[in-house]
């Protein structure tokens, strides 16, 4: 594939998927404070707190992986437009 937007497509997937760490580290830190923090015994209420955190992360997860997209594919865009090609 040829064209400026391939390089921006192609460092913003290897960010999606090596930038995880952010989505774990929150769900981490989430079962860290359910365990650590939290005073519950129903199992209803770790499922739905569990659950919500699940998509929260992967709403994280998307989130930023969708900015480092823009903003790569803008960058690499800004690039590519000051060249002169004869």
């Known amino acids: 594939m040829t ?3 391939c390089s921006a497509t ?15 580290y929150l769900f981490l830190y989430a079962a860290f404070y359910f365990f650590a923090k939290l005073d519950t015994t ?3 209420s770790g499922a ?8 929260a ?4 997860f998307t989130l930023t992986g969708t900015v ?3 903003a790569c594919f803008c960058f ?3 690039i590519y437009s000051s060249l002169e090609i004869d």
């Open 3 to 5: 064209g400026p937007w």
């Open 10 to 24: 192609s460092s913003s997937a290897a960010r999606t998927t090596g930038g995880g760490g952010g989505r774990t």
């Open 42 to 44: 129903k199992v209803v």
């Open 48 to 55: 739905l707190y569990f659950g919500y955190m699940l998509v």
């Open 57 to 60: 992360s992967y709403a994280f």
């Open 68 to 70: 480092g997209f823009y």
């Open 76 to 78: 690499t865009s800004l």
